[in-house]
């Protein structure tokens, strides 16, 4: 029985422990089969496991990714910007969960089986070919804490969704608020990000809602490539960026539609 007083004591609330880590920390497979029969563990899906009568949502399941399948999935983009508080005048419930991750990482099947699961949306994604920890901050949930975006890379990861799966004035208003972004941060993010389309987007957001942390941006050490890229076919050419986007109003301040 100690051993499974343990393994209780020390699982944290709200997360799932996969059989894989499970068995690595010492429990084998038969072991684990006697602690649901006799109700300590239940299944969430093939190979997952929670505390019986435990509730998980998919806070806990990137937990589980990040901390014992060493994956790079992480809350993102608009979604970051929610849990860090940069979106003041939107409401704090979400439509979609945006997570995003390297090119190698998948969500397992048993991550669909944990409430909100449906709302995420996952993009397994080469916006950056690497993500050192410096580009996360950490974010405190019911027992544990995960790696999120910064605010400085849930803004470029929030462009990338631009336009499909994110509007351009509602990211005109995030960025907005945008006014602590770390420069430094910034600009080793404008120079390592691998979209052109990302890169000049997120200087045109900058210059145009005036961010004082802008001046500290060396455009010099930026690939911003070459030919136009287009937002919106029917929008208007900014000819410092090469790119078409929604024609702002005559005050230059909000986009129309």
Known sequence: MGKINRLIQNWRKGTVYTSAYLQKIGFSSDLIFRYKQSNWLENVGRGAFKQKGDEVDWL??????QTQN????HP????????????????FRFHNIYLYGST?????????KLQDADKCIFRSSNLFSE???EYFVEYS?????????????????????????????EAYKIFENLTTL??????ILLESCNSIKVKRLFLFFAEQTEQFWFKNINLKKI????GKRVIDKNGKLDKKYLITVPKLDKNDELPVF
């Open 60 to 65: 806990g399941g990137i937990y589980t990714l």
């Open 223 to 226: 690939d911003l490539g070459h």
């Open 182 to 187: 770390r420069s430094d941060l910034v600009q």
């Open 76 to 91: 993102a983009g608009k979604s970051a910007l929610q849990l860090l508080g940069k979106t003041h005048y939107l409401p």
């Open 104 to 112: 190698t990482d998948k969500l397992p099947l048993w991550f669909n």
């Open 141 to 169: 949930y019911k027992s544990f804490s995960i790696k999120i975006s910064s605010p400085e890379l849930a803004a470029f990861e929030m462009l990338h969704n631009l336009p499909q799966n994110q509007s351009f004035d």
């Open 131 to 133: 993500y050192p920890d």
């Open 70 to 73: 060493q994956a790079k999935i």
